[in-house]
């Protein structure tokens, strides 16, 4: 019995690991050397990958000739760079944390995302950021200080308290300050 001849057919993709398939069946994830499909025939192969856009490609087969297709695939989600003044804050990109600021943060769905940003002493800051496929953009927050407590003493009892060059009273002196550094004199 004669079997038909089959072509040799090398995937490859930018990033790798894409699933390759031809009418709805696995062949393999990307790079990938497929050697099942009938020579002379014509194919239609999709590639599928998380945070990519799909994509649909044709290929020829003929005789032995080893045919090679190289493709890059397309983002289905933005990359955002987020920074804070100041630095070091959370970042959590709906619902998940996603890093420490500054930060770029990859494969963000497209659509609407919320960022939330959050720093020990500064009060949180949520944005939201409407992105599509491939988009890249940046988001920079300034945090606010979170208000805090500050108690002087001093021995004996009653210096004069400054706190950023303005009279508080004499010590022992209870001075709420916003989070961040202050001078006491």
């Known amino acids: 019995a004669l079997r038909a001849e089959k072509g040799l057919l090398l995937v490859r993709t930018d990033p ?11 062949l393999g994830s990307t790079p990938l050397l497929v050697t099942t499909l009938d ?7 999709a ?14 087969l003929d005789g032995r000739t080893p045919v090679v297709r190289d493709e ?15 630095t070091g804050a959370e970042v959590v990109v709906n619902g998940i944390t996603r890093g420490v ?17 959050k720093l020990d002493g500064y009060e949180t800051e949520t944005r939201e950021l409407t992105l599509v496929a491939g988009d890249r953009q940046t988001l920079s927050v300034g945090l606010k200080g ?22 508080q009273g004499k010590a022992p002196a209870t001075v709420l300050v916003a989070g961040g550094a202050h001078r006491v004199r």
């Open 39 to 45: 020579s002379g025939a014509s194919y239609q192969l």
């Open 101 to 117: 600021t500054p930060v770029t943060v990859e494969r963000v769905p497209k659509g609407v995302a919320t960022f939330t940003l």
């Open 146 to 167: 979170r208000p805090t407590k500050l108690t002087v003493v001093s021995i004996p009892d009653g210096a004069r308290v400054y706190v950023d060059d303005e009279f």
């Open 47 to 60: 590639l599928a990958m998380n945070g990519y856009q799909p994509k649909t490609i044709d290929v020829r």
């Open 72 to 86: 890059k695939l397309a983002l289905d989600s933005g990359v955002v760079d987020v920074s804070s003044q100041p």
């Open 16 to 26: 790798a690991g894409a699933e390759v398939s031809c009418n709805g069946l696995s």
